[in-house]
């Protein structure tokens, strides 16, 4: 007998950090494609990152080209912990 195991989604928010921890970061409109999101909506969730003691950084790489946000190794949160509201 197989039991099938159902694994809960991860939620746009941990999807969001785990992307921004990569070594190279991403730009919004990479960010907002990936979670179906506007991109005020990404600005917005960078915003709440910032906020909540993330040490999300923006790096221009160069003409023309767009911002790359990351997490940066100084941030006050590791990386896998989320506050969650229960209300």
Known sequence: ETVTKQIKPKTK???LIQM?????GMDVATISDKLS???HTTRAALSGLRKAGYAVVGDKPGEGKATRYRI???STKPAGSET???G
Do not use: E, H, V, Y
Request: no cysteine.
């Open 13 to 15: 928010k941990s999807r």
């Open 20 to 24: 921004l921890t990569r070594k190279a």
């Open 37 to 39: 999101w506007q991109t």
């Open 72 to 74: 940066s190794a100084t």
């Open 84 to 86: 969650i509201n229960a």
